[in-house]
């Protein structure tokens, strides 16, 4: 066993306060689309088709949904914890505008530990004799707003003795941020037990009316650290996954939460009239939600996919190619990316894909601190993520917040990837 420390940068970096705040305000309207798109069968279906023919991952996801779907829901408190990642595109007038990246709705992680950057960048500043700078730094508390999620949950759950299950990785490699959630738990007395797929499926049962126990414990609350890859699944992995999924517990996220995150999803979202469609009689929302995206396109068989593609392969570097994986390091660039759809152009294959409008962010200087690497000054690009959270009770709302941000910091030469992928780093935005 190894403890590093979480690698950050050595100064905070700077973020635009309107860009800062305009995430902020869409967050809870983000939050209110993804439970929306959960809770709609034919749009899931429909999105999804081309991709679930290909791409046998999401295929495997869906059926489980529509199982569970023809089963029954035995489940009727819904729990969403979701990042939205953003990054500041400079205009050609120099204007940077926010620009989603993605949506992730199953293990959004680093609420956890970003809860103590500001802490770590307060210091740093105030050892180089800028107090007044310190004290500009925002508190910022996720793993409490992902806790309180949680707890509501549990709480509505209603039964006192279960318990909130972290389903976790096999080999844990970021159990100090869960931790961070974890202790808010237990300091409103609420039991956590850590348990991995395969606990689970030996140890995992239900009841007549489908409660979930765990060696005789049960089990309120599951909440997925684990489970958003295919490396992630054996077939005994899977049949865990479906039994946690038939189950009452409140799963965080339920499958059709996951699926609602797929990047296919995303792209489809940004057809004009499809927010319109699934947010009914909320403009506002829906305003705020597309001032947000980027240029998305489908690579579905058919002439619009063909246009698309061949202006990618003439124009590589005006795109980012993304196959439907979490995670970083998955998604292709530039001359990769024009050999990747030369190959599949014409084959079906394509449609695992979709593009992207590629984000050209201003990079800025700093340090990025990491265990074992040399100390170098980088030019840097930074990824805004807000965390939102939301309860549903039946069709009613309880709750639907933003729970905080996390700011990821990586050098220009990495196109790709996050903290856990060991190219971002933690940061703290200091706004201007
Ligand atoms: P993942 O699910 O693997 O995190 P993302 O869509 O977040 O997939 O992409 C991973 C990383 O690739 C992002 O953190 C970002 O650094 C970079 N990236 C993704 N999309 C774009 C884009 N449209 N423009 C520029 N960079 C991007
Ligand atoms: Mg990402």
Redesign the pocket.
Known sequence: QVVNYAPFTLLPSVVPSALFEQAYAVQQDFNLLVDAISQNKEFLEHTLASTIKVDDFTAQLFRIHMQVLEEGLAQSVFLGINRS?Y?F?CGVDGTPAL?Q??I?TIAASFGGLTSRTAAVHGRVLKVLGKPKEASHLLPNNPSRGLALGIAKAWELYGSESAVVMFLVEEIQRNIFDQRCVENELWNRNIRVIRKRFRDVFEKGSLDDAKRLYMDGQEVAVVYYREGYVPKNYDQQNWEARLLLERSRAVKCPDIATQLAGT?KV?QELSRPGMLERLLPGRAEAVARIRATF?GLYSLDMGEEGDKIAARAIADPDR??L?PQ???????L?GEELRQVLEKIRDSPERTSYIL??????QPARNYLLRAHSPLQVSDC?S?LGIFGVYVRQGKEMVMNKAAGHLL?T?AIE?????VA?G??VLDTPYLV
């Open positions: 990642d990054m595109d620009k990246i993605e992730n990047k995303q980027a795109f980012v993304k994986r979490e995670g970083g390091g998955n998604n660039y992207m409008d590629k984000i050209k962010p690009i990824e990821r990586k990495h196109a790709d990837g996050g992928a190219v971002a």
